[in-house]
């Protein structure tokens, strides 16, 4: 389990000490809320970053949010959003799998889970799951692990996703009759998992929240931030991530790639949405 907490060692409620990124936390917000009418009441030998009386209401919750993780997942749709929810003070990010042995990513990056599918908590705020190529259809079509999306995603507050990780959700029955994103090169199977294809960054429909592909998970991130806090609390993390894109070429899009690159590109995946078709048939997904 991974827990963000403000307060120094030693304060009550205190969750495995305080890191460099729960200090940037109480800089940050200890400065914002010092301004706070409550800040006047603070004791003289109290100093303003800790004082959580000051913190505007709603900024300090218990949240359980639940990461999938999967051998083979694309590690970047994991980490860009967990960075954004261990900023949540007060939250408790579960990294989940099967079991608890190390899962090695689709790059190569080793992820250990810090929770099984039955030691994660039944009732959430968030389940995420990350996508990837190979291994997301070999996790939509594991038993397992779509009973626990379905189960732990029935009763969630927010369903959640990004790049195929949604065709994960769908594996397990979640999109049906949901507007969703996905990968550019898997998005029009979406509607073979009953979901209505939208070609957004962030796309949201009542309680499903879904991502673009790959890098789509910071701003996803951003937005859930926002979500379960405030514009406010989601901008200063912004800040403190110095999350300022500048790409130095604009071939992020098919909307905005130069054909030629678009065209090589589209060849790579070409064959991907029928090997999705192929592990939604085999789960047991019918469109």
Not at 50 to 74: F, S
Not at 111 to 138: H, K
Not at 249 to 255: C, L, P, Q, V, Y
Not at 265 to 270: D, F, K, P, T
Request: with cysteine; proline share 7%.
């Amino acid at each position: 389990m991974i827990a963000r907490d403000p307060r120094p060692a030693g304060m009550p409620g205190l969750v495995g000490g305080v890191d460099r990124r729960a200090a940037l936390m109480t800089a940050l917000f200890g400065a914002l809320a010092a301004g706070s009418a409550h800040a006047q009441d603070r004791p003289a030998d109290q100093p303003a970053g800790h004082d959580m009386a000051a913190m505007p209401p709603g900024w300090v919750k218990a949240d359980q949010i639940a990461m999938l993780c999967y051998p083979g997942m694309t590690i970047l749709d994991l980490i860009g959003p967990q960075y954004m929810f261990a900023a949540l003070m007060g939250a408790s990010v579960h990294l989940v799998g099967k079991t608890r042995a190390p899962m090695t990513s689709d790059t190569g990056v080793t992820i250990l889970p810090t929770a099984t599918f039955d030691e994660c908590p039944r009732d959430l705020t968030v389940l995420f799951v990350p996508g990837g190529t190979a291994g997301t259809l070999a996790a939509m079509q594991d038993a397992e692990t779509r009973a626990f999306v379905a189960d732990r995603g029935g009763r969630a507050q927010y369903v959640t996703s990004v790049c195929t990780g949604a065709l994960v959700l769908g594996a397990a029955g979640l999109l049906k009759g949901y507007r969703a994103t996905t990968h550019w090169a898997a998005l029009e199977t979406l509607a073979d998992c009953g979901a209505t294809p939208v070609s957004e960054r962030v796309v949201r429909d009542r309680n499903r929240i879904t991502g673009a592909g790959v890098t789509a998970g910071l701003d996803f991130g951003l937005s859930m931030v926002a979500e379960l806090r405030d514009p406010v609390y989601a901008q200063g993390v912004q800040l403190g991530c110095e999350y300022d894109p500048q790409p130095p070429f604009n071939a992020g899009s098919t909307r905005t790639a130069p054909a030629d690159v678009t065209a090589i590109m589209a060849s790579m995946y070409a064959g991907f949405p029928g090997q999705v078709r192929a592990a939604l048939k085999a789960a047991g997904v019918a469109r």
